[in-house]
């Protein structure tokens, strides 16, 4: 929040994740996924990451995947299918995934095995 045009530009989006070691972020607003894959937003941003992570973290911007339909009312998710809760432990190995997180006020949801070499 010590940057507001950085600050402006991340309210915008939602943080997807890490693929790959690059952070996921997303957004339906062409005028802020234009403004922070290239110029000087960009490199703001990345320097934002970069000292709140300690290390430099990469990330892409995008537009959002179709949206999924939301639950009749009243419906219950099945258990089966919900995601396990990330373990804190591996939160602190990762500093993207903690800086992501910090900095978007946000929470795992799911955790993705990378694809077998």
Known sequence: RDQPSIFA????VACKGLEG???VL????????????TGEMRAQVEGALAAFAGVPVPFLVRAPAAATPAPAPGSRPAAAGAPAAAPAEWIDREPAVKAALDIFRGRILEVKKPPAP
């Open 26 to 37: 997303e957004t339906a607003s062409g005028f802020h996924r234009q403004g922070l894959e």
């Open 9 to 12: 530009y991340l309210r915008a």
């Open 21 to 23: 070691g690059t952070l």
